[in-house]
């Protein structure tokens, strides 16, 4: 498989056909040991142009290779499952399955580099050419391509054990072929720039980053990106450690994620698909026969609520946690979820810090397929437009089970991926009442054939049943004979009518709608327009411009019905087709009235993200906001914990209000927005979010012509590409956005825009820009009196002339910001400033001062709990310390700074541990 395919026996090759032939082996062979579906085949084999008869063809084929099978002495080796055809042969005889398990032993955690090297050796030894050769068709390119992405992470964890060990022997060889084969891989790059500083070849290092840095904007019109740019000034400072990995290691300690939904209460029915669910639980060994599960069906015929439950029966068959995401397929503005969005989110429930997290997107996919390639899990993908949608959240685990929802049938993940499909039906007419009977209680007993027509009126269908018997239970005085009545008589919305489902659903939600009070439908009619999937108490007292005790009671009373159901505490979300039907009925209300209402959520949104920023940065420039409108209420936030809190809770709603924004031509909110979110943004690292938040926000900005709102937002733009390692146009775009704070006069702005270009300049080399921009950074602020900004300028001054050798200025500049930032009480500030002195007063000699200073630091990072930034200190403190052949005193701060990144599941764990060995 890992070159031509071909079968050796016994030591000599055995003949099994022509092309086609090996064709159908070879998708027999991917999954072996599991049973592949005869259209899944035909797919693999065949792809989209089936012969005629393909059918026949395949169980020729099939019979011919299990005869030259047998022949070379493995009987048995093709049977015929229910599932499909099944290749059974022990799985480390195929040589892709057997590369992977050598590869994920040689990945487990407790085993040390010496003992990785051979089993990497031995898996890298399968490799006899190009994967599949001469294997045509789209699934065939597809797996070729993971494989040859699996090839070249293995030849980096190879050379970078070996490193580990000291041996550069054949690391540069293999690196070098790997470079030419991967001109633009800047993981290959950085691993053979190491392993030339290894060796002392430290020119040739130089020279194959200036190589690499032509080609990239040759090819791609992009610089190298931040890791890459980071090793090439440590390899000019001659601080390149060659046993430091380039690529983020897998955290240290092993959080167990825990994301599923809440479990459905009192669950009836589905008892078959529960068993077809059951039966791909894994063995005792955490084999699993079938990797991904698709539930299928119509909106409300309850996929996701079958999906929850039976996640939280099998969770105790997979010990390492589970992970769910919402993909919003069908969701309101008809957006799904990114999938680079969910794999951010799912490598931070992993334990990934967002600030250590790999900035492209192949590399986080890399990352997030490593993370769980020897763990037991269970994601639970739900509502999945299609199976494009899928594919980049796959583990490709075999001991990770992905369950998948959706309303279209994902046949291609079915026929290319194995996927083993569960289509959901309408329930039984016993299973529906049932359904009734259980949440109803006892009034059901007293009525038998109303509760049989109430299932009936429902069409059967989860979702209007659902709906129906929570209100049922709000009208204690009622008989079921009465309400059956009033259900027969709702009638469903002539434009919503698509069917006799949804007809059913429309009719118990029209009834069960026209029994709210005054104020719920209006919450419902208003709630149903917003953008986002929630929304909060508060910002629901906003959007309906009334008093908190009263919302409560109308949020109390849709979710009684089931018409909103709670998301976490205090926040509220609604299904699909409730969002529909709502949106149709609004349409009772007058035009400006459902504008002014989106108008005070987003002044609520507004005001309360300025007020989390403002805690979060208290020395951040404001902006001129309009005042918000009466009825608003922001949120309160005490501290900076509430402040994170408000902020992770809203993020994914305040990003799809700036679209939403940016869309309707409400401009002024979309770049506000955008601005309020900076802060947040930056310190979480979620950087891809920020750029796409910024461009939405610079679009609005263009199109009104608001030269403010452009000014923030290309700063901000070009920051986040500073940190993506984007480079290209951040000189450009931070250049354009000082001019433009110059047309209204902003000097701060300007000063601002002049420290990032700063920044930028260091990450290209460029020391005499660097100095050049922060010394007009610092000219700016202090002509405009912002203290707080001569500060920053100051230690950013400090710290560049510190890389620089120029350590007495760096000294001086560091002493002069420290004197500022203890007149603001920026304690934040200030520790950076003592780290930054602390980092010059070492390099100069003074490693007594150094020492003074970084225990300053780790003081004020202690005060208010900046965790990653106390590690980072001690790491300064514990070299310092190695410089005064201090070695115990190193040891124990180098311990005390691994206890806390193990404690954040942080990657420069690994790069503390090689200090410790």
């Known amino acids: 498989m890992l070159g031509p395919i071909e079968v050796w026996a016994s030591g000599r090759p055995v003949d099994v056909g022509a092309a086609r032939q090996r064709a159908v082996l070879a998708a027999l062979a991917v999954d072996v040991g599991r049973p592949v579906r005869p259209e899944s085949l035909l797919d693999r084999v065949w792809g989209e142009r089936l012969p005629q008869r393909a059918q026949h ?24 499952r229910s599932g499909g055809y099944l290749l059974n042969v022990p799985t ?38 190009e994967p599949l050769a001469g294997l045509p068709g789209d699934w065939a390119a597809r797996e070729r391509q993971a494989w040859q992405r699996q090839r070249i992470d293995a030849t980096l964890h190879w050379a970078a054990a070996k490193l580990l060990v000291g041996d550069v022997t054949d690391v540069i060889e293999s690196l070098s072929c790997l470079a030419e084969e991967q001109p633009l891989d800047e993981r290959v790059a950085a691993q053979l720039i190491r392993a030339l500083a290894a060796s002392g070849r430290r020119a040739q290092a130089l020279s194959h980053f200036t190589a690499v840095r032509r080609k990239l904007a040759e090819e791609l019109g992009t610089d190298p990106g931040a890791e890459l740019g980071q090793l090439h000034r440590a390899l000019l400072r001659g601080e390149v450690d060659a046993a430091e990995p380039v690529t983020p290691p897998v955290p240290a300690a092993r959080p167990v994620p825990a994301e599923l939904p809440m479990d459905i209460r009192a669950f009836t029915g589905r008892q078959a698909e529960l068993a077809v669910l059951d039966e791909v639980l894994p063995a005792e060994d955490g084999r699993l026969t079938v990797p ?38 069908f969701g309101p503005d008809g957006v799904p979820r990114a999938a680079d969005h969910v794999v951010r989110d799912f490598l931070v429930a992993l334990g990934v810090d967002g600030r250590s997290m790999p900035a492209d997107h192949p590399a986080q996919a890399a990352l997030y397929r490593g993370l769980l390639a020897d763990r037991r899990m269970l994601v639970l993908l739900d509502n999945a437009r299609d199976a494009g949608h899928v594919r980049p959240l796959l583990p490709g685990a075999e001991s990770c089970l992905v369950l998948v929802t959706s309303r279209n049938p994902l046949t291609s993940l079915v026929a290319a991926e194995g996927a083993q499909p569960l289509p959901l039906g309408l329930l039984s007419a016993v299973e529906a009442g049932n359904l009734l009977r259980g949440r109803i209680g006892r009034r059901a007993a007293a009525e038998p054939g109303a509760v049989d027509q109430l299932a009936d009126l429902c069409g059967r269908l989860p979702l209007a049943l659902t709906v129906v018997a929570a209100r049922v239970l709000t009208l204690p005085r009622l008989t079921l004979g009465a309400l059956v009545a009033e259900l027969r008589g709702a009638k469903p919305l002539d434009a919503l009518d698509g069917g006799d489902e949804v007809s059913n659903v429309r009719s118990a939600l029209s009834w069960s709608y026209s029994l709210l009070s005054a ?18 108490v508060l910002a629901a007292v906003s959007l309906t411009a009334s008093d908190e005790r009263s919302v409560r009671r109308w949020l109390a009373e849709l979710t009684d019905t089931q018409l909103l159901f709670t998301s976490a505490l205090d926040r509220f979300s609604m299904h699909d087709l409730v969002r529909t039907f709502a949106v149709e009925v609004a349409a009772v209300d007058p035009e400006p009235e459902r504008t002014e209402a989106l108008l005070r959520w987003l002044d609520h949104q507004l005001h309360s993200a300025y007020a989390a920023a403002t805690v979060l940065h208290p020395h951040w420039d404001s902006i001129d906001m309009a005042h918000h409108r009466a009825g608003v209420v922001p949120a309160f936030l005490a501290c900076y914990d509430d402040a994170m809190a408000w902020f992770a809770a809203e993020r994914q709603v305040l990003t799809a209000a700036v679209r939403r924004c940016a869309d309707l031509g409400l401009n002024t909110y979309a770049w506000q927005l955008a601005w309020a979110m900076t802060i947040y943004l930056d310190r979480q690292g979620y950087w891809h979010d920020q750029v796409s938040v910024q461009a939405d926000g610079l679009r609005a900005a263009i199109r009104s012509d608001d030269t403010v709102g452009q000014a923030h937002t290309h700063r901000t733009l070009a920051r986040a590409h500073t940190r993506l390692g984007w480079l290209a146009d951040v000189e450009e775009r931070l250049l354009l956005s000082a001019d433009l704070f110059g047309t209204f006069g902003d000097l701060p702005g300007q000063a601002h825009a002049h420290l990032d270009l700063a920044e930028a300049a260091d990450r290209q080399g460029r020391a005499a820009d ?38 007495e200025a760096a000294i ?73 052949d201090d070695r115990l005193s190193a040891r124990q701060h180098w311990r005390a700074a691994l206890r806390i990144l193990e404690d954040l599941d942080h990657p420069d764990a690994d790069q503390v541990r090689a200090q410790l060995t």
């Open 57 to 80: 063809s395949l169980h020729v084929y099939i019979s011919r290779i299990r005869q030259a099978l047998e022949k070379s002495g493995a009987s048995g080796a093709v049977v015929r």
């Open 92 to 129: 480390e005889a195929v040589d892709c399955r057997h590369f992977r398990s050598l590869v994920r032993r040689a990945s487990q955690r407790d085993v040390d580099p010496a003992e990785r090297i051979p089993l990497l050796n031995q898996a890298l030894a399968l490799w006899h050419g």
């Open 292 to 329: 991904i599960q698709v539930v299928t069906g119509a909106a409300g015929i309850g996929k996701t609520a079958l999906a929850v439950h039976w996640a939280h029966r099998a969770a105790p068959h997979f010990p390492d946690g589970a992970l769910y995401v919402d993909l919003e397929g």
């Open 519 to 536: 104020g719920s439908r209006r919450l419902l009619r208003q709630a149903a327009a917003l953008p986002g999937t929630e929304f909060s």
């Open 770 to 807: 660097v100095e050049d921009h922060t010394q007009r950074a610092l000219t700016l602020y202090r002509e405009a009196g912002h203290r707080y900004g001569q500060a920053m300028s100051l230690n950013a001054m400090g710290w560049y002339r510190a890389q620089r050798g120029e350590h």
């Open 812 to 884: 001086e500049a560091c002493r002069e910001a420290l004197t500022l930032l203890q007149q603001f009480g920026d304690r934040h500030g200030e520790a950076a400033t003592w780290d930054s002195l602390g980092y010059a007063q070492h390099r100069h000699g003074d490693v007594d001062a150094a020492i003074v200073s970084y225990r300053h630091a780790i003081s004020l990072y202690r005060q208010f709990g900046d965790r990653y930034y106390e590690a980072d200190t001690l790491r300064h403190l514990a070299e310092a310390f190695a410089a005064a």
